[in-house]
Antibody
């Protein structure tokens, strides 16, 4: 069964740090781009970051640049999100997700993935004093 | 940034009825649009990608259409388990992803 399981969430004070993990199973993890997506309480979905199969490319939403770091360990089949300088507005359920679909750019030789077809159940991060 | 606007915000229908959900992009995104379903306390589930392709395991009552700036998710005959929140999503200006604000489909 294809599965993603997040862990590491919890209560942290503003300015603190937290490291989220996502364990993958049931598919060839090293073949996929992976993303983190979050959802604040009662709000919609917000993409946070993604990472290429070999970890050589990483991208972030502007609001977390310089504070969050996405990484992966293909040998351990896991994805991580290191979150520093946390703010109240970072309070959310954090989902890891597998990317799929998109198109291949012949000029750049880059495959651009557009969607997310496998999601974990999420882990809750609360930033509060 | 491309903004996705979903309408209506809430749709009240009865089981067996047809549901039509709309998603409008602030500029053309070709057909690079997905639809997700989210039930309370659960992760989103991919329903439709590339505007009209059903994801693996998605029932045929779900269909998507549109291109450019206007997109539609149609549920042909609502089942009790279809009442949820639906989000559209685009990534035409890679790597940024934007989601619509969601449409809540509730039982009338």
């Amino acid at each position: 069964e294809v599965q993603l399981v997040e862990s590491g969430g919890g209560l942290v004070q503003p300015g603190g740090s937290l490291r989220l993990s996502c364990a993958a199973s049931g598919f060839t993890f090293s073949s996929y781009w992976m993303s983190w997506v979050r959802q604040a309480p009662g709000k919609g979905l917000e993409w946070v970051a993604n990472i290429k199969q070999d970890g050589s490319e990483k991208y972030y939403v502007d609001s977390v640049k310089g504070r969050f770091t996405i990484s992966r360990d293909n040998a351990k089949i896991s994805l991580s999100l290191q979150m520093n300088s946390l703010r109240a507005e970072d309070t959310a359920v954090y989902y890891c997700a597998r990317e799929m679909g998109g198109h291949y750019d012949i000029l750049t030789g880059h495959y651009y993935y557009y969607y997310m077809d496998v999601w974990g159940k999420g882990t809750t991060v609360t930033v509060s004093s | 940034e491309i903004v996705l606007t979903q309408s209506p915000a809430t749709l009240s229908l009865s089981p067996g009825e047809r549901a039509t959900l709309s998603c409008r992009a602030s500029q053309s995104i070709s057909n690079y649009l997905a639809w997700y379903q989210q039930k309370p306390g659960q992760a989103p589930r991919l329903l439709i990608y590339d505007a009209s392709n059903r994801a693996t395991g998605i029932p045929a009552r779900f269909s998507g259409s549109g291109s450019g700036t206007d997109f539609t998710l149609t549920i042909s005959s609502l089942e009790p388990e279809d009442f949820a929140v639906y989000y559209c999503q685009q990534r035409s200006n890679w790597p940024s992803i934007t989601f619509g604000q969601g449409t809540r489909l509730e039982i009338k």
